[in-house]
């Protein structure tokens, strides 16, 4: 069974930085699988955020975000991580990690979360004015 555990959200000021991080568990969990990031405001519909290939040598960001946050892996240690900088009150969501299906896809479709059947409980982010 894989188990994906966020981690690090927290209450911070508009323009802090904040990095999370998702810790995979589990058979074959983490090795070849492409992982990504989510989140979801009050209100709103859940949303892509980033996406790293399975291999960590492609990253992929919603356009609105790529300038502020940088997703990573740490292949050794089943882990990814978003770095979260400038942050703003509309960044104030739950964030997800979530495993795409797939082993070892080689494709550029990352954004779509019917694409992963993986995902966290989740960890709040609260950025206040």
């Known amino acids: 069974q894989v188990q994906l555990v966020e981690s690090g959200g927290e209450l911070l000021q508009t323009g802090g930085s904040l990095r999370l991080s998702c810790a995979a568990s589990g058979r074959s969990a983490f090795s070849g699988y492409a992982m990504g990031w989510f989140r979801q405001a009050p209100g709103k519909e859940r949303e892509f955020v980033a996406a790293i290939s399975w291999g960590g040598t492609s990253t992929y960001y919603a356009d609105s975000l790529k300038d502020r946050f940088t997703i990573s892996r740490d292949n050794a240690k089943n882990a990814i991580y978003l770095q979260m900088n400038l942050l703003k009150p509309e960044d104030t969501a739950v964030y997800y990690c979530?495993?795409?299906?797939?082993?070892?896809?080689?494709?550029?479709?990352?954004?779509?979360?019917?694409?992963?059947?993986?995902w966290g409980q989740g960890t709040q982010v609260t950025v206040s004015s």
């Open positions: 979530a495993r795409r299906a797939g082993q070892y896809y080689s494709g550029r479709s990352y954004g779509n979360q019917d694409e992963y059947n993986y």
